[in-house]
């Protein structure tokens, strides 16, 4: 049975369902696998002629085997992936893959949808019960509200930021009911997520069995690998390397990257473009890492990270050591990282032009998140040519996810997908507090009483 070990290296290896209903390590470190399964030349070669939801089983199905059986995990896969994932020609060999056609409209609902129906798998192999504690500043939220509405033994609290969201987030979580609470804060993105780290490690709420969704869980990053083998498998000829130019802030979907790589994929480069929290492409250029406090506001909001906890994970891969607060115990082979991975920071200013420019040259609409992806892939093809390389840029937000950006640009709002409309006109539901643990820790208790 594969084990995960934790990024902080003092916790023992678990297996992937113990990781999972875990979330972080004892030691604060991140669970990752301790080696990779591999895929076969011949075994990629197959995934060309397979649904979406088929590869996502046969990449899911290296982690699971022992501990999920193949029938139960094709029906989880088919169950979460039944929306199409559309690669669309930019030009000649470059592609941009839309990750937004989900329930929520973000990529995060990947990621959320399976790690939702894997948590409810090993819950009720023992009939427990399990409250999902979760900070979000929009995406995360909705899409984890959305994944876990209904499934049994598990109570959702989705904490977010009363005034820092759009409403069409706001809207996907508070809408939902049933076993999905969503409490407004009077505070930044920063209070709710220091308020449920605080519960986590509250001895006074020991009686609560409390799990984290947010996107330190390994749960949440193996699914996110599946897309780029569906993307090779569309747009690259078998074992033709590919360049994925992806918009990062918590690197989560950046590591799936580097996951489907180290399982065998071929991938010339991986273009990790940020916003102005550029923590990352310094520490690339210098290998000196110094974390962004507080983090910096940018057009893409999703990706204002000043400290993007996945780094944990990518140091590990080659061969250093970074713990939870950003220090590096052991350097990576900075040499490798730069080889295998390009990063470039995109202003404010860049994000706009590379929506306009982006329309005004192959009538594609891009938002905010991918106009940096599309910003950062052209710096890195001034690096080096491009020259036949299949390239896919990853558009991970619904351009109707953030209308007056998208319409300040091409001067018209976005199609709203019928998704999202839905959730638009159904009656909000939702509490509010002020930024106070205090106040908060009561709620938890109140409502693991009722
Ligand atoms: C969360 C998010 C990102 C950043 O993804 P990470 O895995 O945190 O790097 C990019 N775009 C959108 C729309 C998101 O919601």
Known sequence: MLQFYSTNRQSSPVNLRAALLAGQAPDRGLYFP???????????????????????????????????????????????????????????????????????????????????????????????????????????????????????????????PATEVSVSQRKLMTTLKDNVRTVAIDGKFDDCQAMVKQAFTDPDLRHIPLSSANSINIGRLLPQSVYYFYAASRVAQAGEPVVFAIPSGNFGDMMGAVVAREMGLPIRKIVAAVNDNDAFPKFLATGDYQKIVPSRNSLSNAMNVGHPSNLARLVAVYGGQMDETGKIHQPPDLAALRRDIFSSSISNARTVTGVKEFWDQYQLLLEPHGAVAWQGFQ????????????????????????????????????????????????PEDYDRMGADYETFKHYLVQRHAA
Request: net charge negative; glycine share 6%.
């Open 34 to 160: 301790r080696e990779f399964p591999r895929f076969t030349c011949n075994e990629l070669a197959a995934f060309a002629r397979l649904p979406y939801h088929e590869i996502a089983c046969r990449v899911l199905a290296k982690f699971t085997e022992g501990i999920v059986p193949p029938a139960d995990l094709a029906q989880m896969c088919t169950a979460a992936y039944n929306f199409p994932v559309p690669l669309e020609v930019v030009n000649f060999r470059t592609f941009l893959m839309r990750l937004d056609q989900g329930p929520t409209a973000s990529f995060k609902d990947f990621a959320a949808q399976m790690m939702a129906r894997l948590f409810g798998y090993f819950l009720r192999e023992d009939g427990q019960h399990v409250t999902i504690l979760t900070a979000t500043s929009g995406d995360t939220g909705a899409a984890v509200a959305h994944a876990f509405h209904k499934i049994p033994g598990i109570q959702v609290i989705v904490l977010f």
């Open 379 to 426: 710096d890195w093809t001034t690096t080096e040519p491009l020259g036949s390389s299949p390239a896919v840029i990853i558009e991970t937000a619904n351009p109707a996810k953030f209308p007056e950006e998208v319409e300040r640009v091409v001067g018209w709002p976005p199609d709203v997908p019928t998704n999202m409309l839905a959730s638009l006109r159904l």
